[in-house]
C-alpha cells in the first residue's frame, strides 16, 4: 500500500563514509594494540595491520560488485539469496539473519565492553561497575538510535569528527615528539620468515581484523543511500584507505615513543602514551576522547545491524514482526529493539577477547567466505554484465579473500571454529523446521 512507512534515501557520500569509519574504529585498534605486539614480539607486529588492510581492501571488492548491484536493506542476506539462487539462497541468507542475530549484538556488547575497560584509566572500577557502564552504554545507543534516518547521518558525522580529532592527536604525539621514523626502519630487525612466523601473523591478524570490521556497513543501509552504484563502493574503499593510513600511523607514533616491553604488557597503552609526551591532564583528556570513539562505534554497528532482520522479515524469510517500521520515524524499531536487548545481555555476561574470537568464527564462514563463492555463482549464472560495478582482475580478488579467510578461521582455535560450525548446524537444524512447517524448499517443489 502507498501509505505504509518505506526506507528513504537520505545517507550521502560523506555520511556513508563517516558511518563506516566510526564503525571501524571503535574500541578495538586501542585495547588490540598491545595484544598484536605481544602476539608478534617484535617490531614486526606492524604487518599484522598491513594484512587487516590488504584483506580488508581484497574482501572490499566482492562487497562493492554486490552491493552495487543490490543496494538494499540487509546487505549480505541479499547477496547471499541472490548469489546462490532460488533454492540454496534461502537456506544461505536464512543462516546469515540465523548468525546475525547472535554475532550482531556480539559486535554491540564488544564495544560496549571495550568502552567499560577503557573508562578504568579514568577511574579504577569493579567487575559490577564495568558491567554496569557496558550495559548503559547499550541502552543510551538505542535511544539514540530511535529517530528518523537523516538525523542519524548527521550524528555520524559529528561523531566522526571526534574520531578523527582524537587520531590525529595520537599521531601527530609520535610525529612532533618522538623518533617517527624508528619503528619503520627496524621493522624487520630479527625478522625470520617461517612457519612461526607466519601463526604467528595469523594469530595477531584475528585481532587486527577486527579493528578494520565495518567497512561494508553502508551495504546493510543499501536502501538508504544516495546514488548507490557509486556511492557504496566509494564509501568503502575511502574508508578502508583512511583507516589503515590512522591505524599505522598510529601504531609507528606509539612504538616511537614506548618501548616495545613497556607496549605488550599495557592495558591502555594509548593513554599512556600520550601521559609520557603531555602528563595525566592529556592522558585523561584522549581518554576521553578514545571514549568518544568507542560511542561512535557501537551507535553506527547498531545502525547498520538493526536492517538486516528487518530485510529477511520483508522478505517473508524470518520472523514477520522484524518487518515492522515504526510509523512515523521510518525505521526498523523492533529489529532495534531486539537486538540492542541482546547485546545488553552480552555485554553483562561476557569478556572482550572472547567476544572478538568468536565474532570472526561466527561469520567468516556464511558471511566472508559464503558471500564470494556466491558472487562466483552469480556471474557464472547472469555473467559479468549484470553488474552495475565491476573489480578489477576478477576472479582473482575473490580467490585470494576466500583463502585469507579461511586461514583466519582457523587462526581463531579449535573451540570457536566448533562454535561458529554449531551455530551454522543449528541453523540449518531450525531452517528445515521453519521450510517443512511451511512447506517451502526443500519440502516442496
Given at each position: 500500500?502507498?501509505?505504509?512507512?518505506?526506507?528513504?534515501?537520505?545517507?550521502?557520500?560523506?555520511?556513508?563514509?563517516?558511518?563506516?569509519?566510526?564503525?571501524?574504529?571503535?574500541?578495538?585498534?586501542?585495547?588490540?594494540?598491545?595484544?598484536?605486539?605481544?602476539?608478534?614480539?617484535?617490531?614486526?607486529?606492524?604487518?599484522?595491520?598491513?594484512?587487516?588492510?590488504?584483506?580488508?581492501?581484497?574482501?572490499?571488492?566482492?562487497?562493492?560488485?554486490?552491493?552495487?548491484?543490490?543496494?538494499?536493506?540487509?546487505?549480505?542476506?541479499?547477496?547471499?539469496?541472490?548469489?546462490?539462487?532460488?533454492?540454496?539462497?534461502?537456506?544461505?541468507?536464512?543462516?546469515?539473519?540465523?548468525?546475525?542475530?547472535?554475532?550482531?549484538?556480539?559486535?554491540?556488547?564488544?564495544?560496549?565492553?571495550?568502552?567499560?575497560h577503557y573508562f578504568g584509566f579514568l577511574?579504577?572500577?569493579?567487575?559490577?561497575?564495568?558491567?554496569?557502564?557496558?550495559?548503559?552504554?547499550?541502552?543510551?545507543?538505542?535511544?539514540?538510535?530511535?529517530?528518523?534516518?537523516?538525523?542519524?547521518?548527521?550524528?555520524?558525522?559529528?561523531?566522526?569528527?571526534?574520531?578523527?580529532?582524537?587520531?590525529?592527536?595520537?599521531?601527530?604525539?609520535?610525529i612532533f615528539h618522538g623518533n617517527f621514523?624508528?619503528?619503520?626502519?627496524?621493522?624487520?630487525?630479527?625478522?625470520?620468515?617461517?612457519?612461526?612466523?607466519?601463526?604467528?601473523?595469523?594469530?595477531?591478524?584475528?585481532?587486527?581484523?577486527?579493528?578494520?570490521?565495518?567497512?561494508?556497513?553502508?551495504?546493510?543501509?543499501?536502501?538508504?543511500?544516495?546514488?548507490?552504484?557509486?556511492?557504496?563502493?566509494?564509501?568503502?574503499?575511502?574508508?578502508?584507505?583512511?583507516?589503515?593510513?590512522?591505524?599505522?600511523?598510529?601504531?609507528?607514533?606509539?612504538?616511537?615513543?614506548?618501548?616495545?616491553?613497556?607496549?605488550?604488557?599495557?592495558?591502555?597503552?594509548?593513554?599512556?602514551?600520550?601521559?609520557?609526551?603531555?602528563?595525566?591532564?592529556?592522558?585523561?583528556?584522549?581518554?576521553?576522547?578514545?571514549?568518544?570513539?568507542?560511542?561512535?562505534?557501537?551507535?553506527?554497528?547498531?545502525?547498520?545491524?538493526?536492517?538486516?532482520?528487518?530485510?529477511?522479515?520483508?522478505?517473508?524469510?524470518?520472523?514477520?514482526?522484524?518487518?515492522?517500521?515504526h510509523p512515523t520515524k521510518h525505521f526498523?524499531?523492533?529489529?532495534?529493539?531486539?537486538?540492542?536487548?541482546?547485546?545488553?545481555?552480552?555485554?553483562?555476561?561476557?569478556?572482550?577477547?572472547?567476544?572478538?574470537?568468536?565474532?570472526?568464527?561466527?561469520?567468516?564462514?556464511?558471511?566472508?567466505?559464503?558471500?564470494?563463492?556466491?558472487?562466483?555463482?552469480?556471474?557464472?549464472?547472469?555473467?559479468?554484465?549484470?553488474?552495475?560495478?565491476?573489480?578489477?582482475?576478477?576472479?582473482?580478488?575473490?580467490?585470494?579473500?576466500?583463502?585469507?579467510?579461511?586461514?583466519?578461521?582457523?587462526?581463531?582455535?579449535?573451540?570457536?571454529?566448533?562454535?561458529?560450525?554449531?551455530?551454522?548446524?543449528?541453523?540449518?537444524?531450525?531452517?528445515?523446521?521453519?521450510?517443512?512447517?511451511?512447506?517451502?524448499?526443500?519440502?516442496?517443489?
Amino acid at each position: 500500500m502507498n501509505g505504509e512507512p518505506k526506507l528513504e534515501r537520505k545517507i550521502s557520500l560523506l555520511q556513508a563514509t563517516a558511518i563506516n569509519m566510526t564503525d571501524m574504529v571503535g574500541i578495538g585498534p586501542f585495547v588490540v594494540l598491545s595484544v598484536v605486539a605481544q602476539t608478534l614480539n617484535g617490531p614486526w607486529f606492524l604487518y599484522a595491520w598491513i594484512a587487516g588492510a590488504v584483506l580488508s581492501f581484497i574482501d572490499a571488492m566482492i562487497w562493492s560488485q554486490l552491493g552495487a548491484t543490490y543496494p538494499l536493506a540487509g546487505g549480505s542476506y541479499n547477496f547471499l539469496k541472490e548469489g546462490f539462487g532460488p533454492k540454496w539462497g534461502k537456506l544461505m541468507s536464512f543462516l546469515f539473519v540465523w548468525q546475525t542475530m547472535i554475532q550482531a549484538p556480539l559486535v554491540i556488547a564488544s564495544a560496549a565492553i571495550g568502552f567499560a575497560h577503557y573508562f578504568g584509566f579514568l577511574l579504577p572500577l569493579s567487575n559490577w561497575e564495568s558491567k554496569a557502564i557496558s550495559g548503559a552504554l547499550v541502552i543510551l545507543i538505542v535511544l539514540l538510535l530511535y529517530r528518523k534516518i537523516e538525523a542519524i547521518g548527521k550524528i555520524s558525522v559529528f561523531l566522526w569528527m571526534g574520531v578523527l580529532l582524537t587520531m590525529t592527536w595520537i599521531i601527530g604525539g609520535g610525529i612532533f615528539h618522538g623518533n617517527f621514523l624508528h619503528p619503520i626502519q627496524h621493522i624487520n630487525d630479527g625478522l625470520q620468515l617461517n612457519g612461526a612466523f607466519v601463526a604467528a601473523l595469523g594469530f595477531a591478524s584475528v585481532k587486527s581484523v577486527y579493528s578494520y570490521l565495518g567497512y561494508y556497513n553502508v551495504c546493510h543501509l543499501g536502501g538508504e543511500i544516495i546514488n548507490p552504484k557509486k556511492n557504496i563502493p566509494r564509501s568503502m574503499f575511502i574508508s578502508i584507505a583512511g583507516i589503515a593510513a590512522l591505524y599505522l600511523m598510529m601504531n609507528i607514533s606509539v612504538a616511537s615513543v614506548l618501548p616495545m616491553d613497556h607496549i605488550q604488557n599495557s592495558n591502555f597503552v594509548v593513554s599512556e602514551f600520550v601521559q609520557t609526551l603531555s602528563g595525566p591532564i592529556a592522558a585523561n583528556i584522549v581518554t576521553l576522547l578514545i571514549l568518544w570513539v568507542a560511542f561512535a562505534s557501537v551507535f553506527s554497528a547498531t545502525l547498520g545491524y538493526s536492517r538486516i532482520p528487518y530485510a529477511a522479515s520483508a522478505d517473508g524469510a524470518f520472523f514477520k514482526v522484524f518487518a515492522k517500521l515504526h510509523p512515523t520515524k521510518h525505521f526498523p524499531h523492533i529489529s532495534l529493539l531486539v537486538l540492542g536487548s541482546l547485546a545488553f545481555v552480552f555485554s553483562l555476561m561476557l569478556k572482550l577477547e572472547d567476544v572478538i574470537k568468536a565474532i570472526l568464527a561466527m561469520r567468516i564462514l556464511i558471511q566472508f567466505i559464503g558471500q564470494g563463492i556466491g558472487l562466483l555463482l552469480l556471474v557464472k549464472r547472469k555473467g559479468k554484465a549484470h553488474f552495475a560495478w565491476h573489480m578489477p582482475a576478477y576472479p582473482l580478488p575473490v580467490y585470494l579473500a576466500i583463502a585469507i579467510w579461511g586461514y583466519i578461521f582457523f587462526s581463531t582455535g579449535e573451540k570457536m571454529m566448533m562454535g561458529g560450525i554449531t551455530v551454522i548446524v543449528l541453523g540449518v537444524i531450525a531452517y528445515l523446521i521453519k521450510s517443512r512447517r511451511n512447506k517451502e524448499w526443500p519440502f516442496t517443489n
